[in-house]
């Protein structure tokens, strides 16, 4: 570096010299412009119109123009690198994993069993043809109903089984005895092993003469928790069928399903079923195996003597309604059909059977009745001899049987067929070198071939025709009015009304068309529902307009309830499968497409011509387990958008299930209501992935409450209206004892006849002559309530004229505030509610609904609030199975959660016992696991709804200190319950007594209150 470039620069090389000269524009026309990068302010456009580059390299100078952000092109596009030409496509970044395939394949969702179609021995046409058609004498319809595992779709695979075209299920149904469960069509049923819907199926079965019928067989659920299936069953058919384990015998839902038979009037049939438990299990001798036979037979008849008040006739062998079978190695007979048989092998020589009828001899096949081996006459005692006599079904049914399972268990080959063909049983060479089960089944099928038939005869003799059945129907389900046969005169035939009534009467095919729909069927994609309806009278086709009246339809006081639509498709139940008909006439189960939008549960369907004047048929109700459901789930979307899919797929949870409830809350959140945690995990299955295809959040189980007092009310209760010119007064006690479920039964209604009406109260509950005339309403529902409002005005001191103007508002207004209690916004229970003064308005328009409505609520709540308000809870009634041993250590369970031990009892001819007892359902949540953890697995545990119960503890009393994260003490407990249902309703944390009490109320309570205290 020279000199004089080191005086231009510093130390560190900065220059210090002189200003330069040098100019921008001489910088810019020496250098040429470089291309605008990433943050430049100019665009491509703007660039190529600026620069153009000559042959002499001569450059234009740039325009400096604003480029708005929007504008800026930062990269070329794909026209501009590849060409105009090339066809380009730009596309996203891949989200999907590695595993997602970019088209996935259509996924059909099916709800039902997919299998293979069985062969009938007769065709669809035949079936539909010479039977659906023809007169209604050769029809039935009967209800498979009993407890859970006692053999109901088992023994519904056995008496389908002759219908086969092969004549068997096939060699796993032999091997395992298990069948195919044909009747348990639902996915999620072989996935529990056990039924959770019930299944109509119309079949033809020959009885022991060779005759068909046409059979209607409803298989129900045995759980407890599925009850209401069985109940919508029973309302359907004409007939039920109870079927008992021969072992366990009669069982919790048992006597429900017998309780809801005897009060739908059907004639009841037995079957005791797993008989072979009896020989293969307990190995119980012959007559040890007829006592307890004979035990469970007089343990039902009991059971139907304190159902019906001494009213039914009992069950019994000898009378042809009791059968035994065993579906496992496919046999079942009636004394009937086995006397039959047993005849059939008899020799034409001189002995038993040559001069004795079959009838006779199935009459004597029971009972005391024994064989003298020396006279040969059969006598009700046996006569002292060296050799001991046993009763005849000892010896002339259970002693063949016993020694066939002897044989076929414990002798060789040649044996068991040497005894086999005495008996003309021939099987072939690979049946007699079988396991033990498919060659007991080979066996015994053959042997009581024809015996098999004999629950044909037994249905056919016991179940009436559908002709027969429908006045029985009628008078017990049909809401309107009944017409005498002695009620007709020549203007019958004019009267639209009196022709309706007695077409259904007749079961008349020629008639106005009238069915009853009692239950819905999901499609097997779960997007629309088959509707099971009896037909009454009249004729179904497809493409029929019909209307369908809802179950709060009434042609006099609402007829909003109604649709009108067109029956798109009528069919045939068979189980899996249906058969499409093209007509279908009284006295016929069908299942109906295109009307399930407008049926809620149940309906009534009529032809439009008919609709103003028919009346509905009664809605299901279920007095086994308290009525209605009472276990809550709250639940809401996880995705809230996808609540309107929720929201439909609810509606038709609640179509699906019978029971069912769902409801909305102040608070915005959605509730469903079950019978039970099993009901309510399927109902959550079914809607998370069966009808709504969705994830849901679901809070903590919960139960319904009600609300009652304890006491009359402290001081009579007042309220003005808004205007200042009508005053009430009423005051609350509590209703007599056992009243309310009567009331909540049916079995009291306001249109009783005056005297009727009060000669009940009179005799039954000790009530005046005045009180019993002056009940005004039922609360809060209009027929089934549970509370009473009653007149205790007298004429002197009230003017009644005005009174009764105003009857309908205050009824409202008390119906109102029954419905949404005063602590909680439960409904009240069990309170009587009496009018003690009113002071009205001359004029009607300053005591119309919107003065009287609000004001009657208000007043009703102050009474309730003043006569020691309560909580009620529901409590379960549990029937626990286990061995002997443990039920000392069962108690230690259920007082954990305020349950008790009321009974228990040996199960005669086994080592089980059968524990009953109590449990509050707010504490049930989880107990079943915890009794099976805890007995490790030796105990089975049934539920149901029993009764309602008082939570100990006053709700009211604000000196309780609630700890958070600790459990209350049982006087707590109602005071905490109130707090957190107010707080899960978005309502406030205490119940303000100023909200329905007025200035001079809330003074004379507030003297009242000191009073006490300074007592």
């Given amino acids: 570096m020279s000199d004089n470039d080191e005086e231009l620069y510093d ?25 605008p990068d990433d943050a430049s302010d100019v665009s491509r456009d703007s660039m190529r119109d600026l620069v153009a580059r000559e042959d002499d390299e001569v450059y234009a100078e740039p325009i400096k123009a604003i480029v708005l952000h929007e504008d800026k092109e930062h990269y070329a596009s794909a026209e501009q690198v590849y060409g105009e030409e090339v066809r380009t496509a730009v596309l996203d970044e891949d989200a999907m ?13 099916l709800l039902h069993v997919q299998g293979i179609p069985y062969e009938w021995n007769y065709s669809d046409d035949y079936l539909g043809a010479h039977f659906l058609n023809e007169t209604t004498r050769n029809r039935r319809a009967i209800a498979f109903v009993g407890h859970l595992h006692h053999g109901k779709t088992s023994l519904m695979d056995l008496i389908l089984e002759p219908t086969l075209q092969s004549g068997s299920w096939g060699p796993r149904a032999s091997l395992d005895g298990k069948g195919p469960r044909y009747t348990d069509i639902l996915q999620t049923e072989h996935d529990r092993q056990m039924s959770l819907a019930s299944t109509p199926l119309t079949t033809l079965l020959t009885d022991t003469r060779g005759k068909s019928f046409c059979v209607t067989v409803m298989d129900t659920p045995g759980h407890p928790h599925f009850h209401d299936e069985a109940v919508a069953a029973l309302r359907a058919v004409d007939a039920a069928c109870v079927v008992v384990d021969a072992v366990e015998g009669i069982m919790m839902h048992t006597e429900m399903v017998v309780r809801q038979a005897i009060a739908e009037g059907l004639p009841l049939m037995l079957v005791l079923t797993k008989m072979d438990r009896l020989i293969v299990e307990l190995k119980l001798p012959p007559r040890d195996a007829y006592y307890k036979l004979q035990h469970i037979i007089d343990e039902f008849n009991e059971l139907i003597g304190r159902a019906s008040r001494g009213r039914y006739p009992k069950v019994s062998p000898e009378r042809g309604n009791v059968a035994f ?63 001991k006599v046993e009763r005849t079904f000892v010896t002339f049914v259970l002693e063949p049987i016993y020694k ?8 060789r080959e040649a044996d068991v067929n040497a005894l086999l063909r005495s008996l003309g049983v021939l099987l072939k060479k690979d049946q007699l070198r079988a396991s033990a089960r498919p060659l007991l089944r080979a066996a015994l099928s053959q042997f009581l071939q024809t015996a098999q038939h004999g629950f044909v005869d037994m249905v056919v003799q016991q179940c009436p025709h559908p002709a027969a059945s429908a006045a029985g129907k009628i008078a017990r389900n049909y809401t309107g009015p009944v017409i005498q046969e002695d009620d007709n005169n020549q203007d019958d035939s004019d009267d639209k009304y009196a022709k309706l009534y007695h077409a259904m009467k007749d079961c008349d095919p020629k008639g106005p068309l009238v069915m009853h729909a009692v239950k819905s069927y999901a499609s097997p994609d779960g997007q629309s529902f088959w509707t099971l309806a009896r037909i009454y009278s009249g004729t179904v086709r497809p493409a029929t307009p019909v209307q369908v009246l809802g179950e709060s339809y009434s042609p006099e006081d609402d007829d909003e309830d109604t649709a009108k639509c067109v029956i798109q498709g009528v069919a045939i139940p068979r189980g899996r499968f249906h058969t499409h008909v093209s007509v279908a006439t009284a006295g016929n189960w069908v299942l109906l497409e295109g009307i399930d939008a407008h049926i809620a549960k149940t309906a009534t369907i009529v032809e439009e011509l008919y609709a103003d004047v028919a009346h509905i048929f009664k809605p299901l109700s279920f007095p086994q387990v308290g009525g209605e459901a009472v276990m809550k789930l709250s639940i809401e979307p996880l995705n809230p958008a996808e609540l309107p899919k929720m929201i439909e797929g609810l509606r038709r949870v609640s179509k699906a299930y019978p029971m069912a409830r769902t409801k909305v809350e102040e608070s915005g959140e959605h509730v469903v209501l079950g019978n039970g945690e099993l009901y309510m995990d399927c109902m959550m299955h079914d809607l998370r992935h069966v009808y709504s295809d969705i994830e849901v959040k679901i809070a903590d189980p919960m139960v319904a409450f009600r609300e009652t007092v304890v006491e009359s009310s402290a001081l009579k209760c007042s309220a003005e209206t808004s205007n200042k ?26 249109a009783w006849e005056p005297k009727k009406f009060a000669k009940f109260f009179q005799t039954q509950y000790n009530w005046d002559l005045l009180s019993s005339r002056s009940v005004w309403a039922f609360g809060d529902s209009p027929t089934h309530g549970t509370n009473i409002l009653l007149d205790d005005t007298l004429p002197s001191e009230v003017d009644k004229v005005l009174l009764n103007s105003c009857k309908s508002s205050i009824v409202q207004g008390f119906q109102w505030a029954t419905r949404e209690g005063p602590l909680c916004e439960e409904p009240v229970r069990g309170t009587k509610v009496k009018i003690l003064d009113a002071l009205l308005a001359d004029k009607p328009i300053f005591r119309g609904g919107g003065q009287m409505i609000p004001t009657a609520r208000r007043t009703v709540h102050a009474a309730l609030l003043t006569a020691s308000p309560r909580l009620l809870e ?69 539920s149901a709804f029993d009764h309602w119960s008082v939570i100990p503890g006053d709700p009211l009393d604000k000196s309780i200190i609630l700890h958070p994260l600790e459990p209350s003490p049982p006087p707590h407990l109602a005071r905490e319950l109130l707090i957190k249902t107010r707080r899960r309703k978005g309502l406030s944390e205490d119940v303000s007594m100023s909200k329905f009490l007025d200035d001079d109320m809330r003074a004379q309570l507030q003297a009242l209150q000191e009073q006490d205290n300074m007592e």
């Fill in 97 to 109: 994993d590695i595993e997602t395939p970019i088209m996935e394949a259509e996924t059909k969702k």
């Fill in 325 to 387: 079978a065993s579906a496992v190695h496919g046999w079942m007979f009636t004394l009937h059909s086995f006397a039959q048989v047993y005849l059939e092998h008899q020799s034409n020589d001189d002995g038993l059977g040559q001069n004795l009828s079959i009838d006779d001899f199935a009459l004597r096949l029971w009972g005391d009745a024994y064989l003298d081996p020396e006279t040969g006459r059969f006598q009700r005692s046996p006569r002292d001899s060296s050799t």
């Fill in 874 to 942: 529901p409590v379960l009634r549990l029937d626990i199975q286990c061995p002997g041993a443990i039920v000392g250590n069962l108690q230690s369970v259920l007082s954990r959660r305020r349950g008790h031990i009321v009974q228990d009892r040996p199960i005669s001819g086994t080592t089980f016992y059968s524990v009953k007892g109590f449990l509050p359902m707010l504490d049930s949540f989880g107990f079943e696991t915890d009794l099976r953890t805890f007995t490790q697995g030796q105990a089975m545990v049934f």
């Fill in 404 to 411: 066939i399972y002897s044989a076929c268990l414990g002798e």
């Fill in 725 to 750: 010119k009508n005053r009430l007064s009423l005051i609350a006690e509590p209703l007599d004892e056992g009243l309310a479920e009567e009331l909540e039964a049916g079995k009291v209604k306001l």
């Fill in 11 to 35: 130390e560190f090389g900065n220059y210090i010299g002189p200003d330069l000269d040098s100019s921008s524009d001489e910088e810019d026309d020496s250098v040429p412009p470089s291309a």
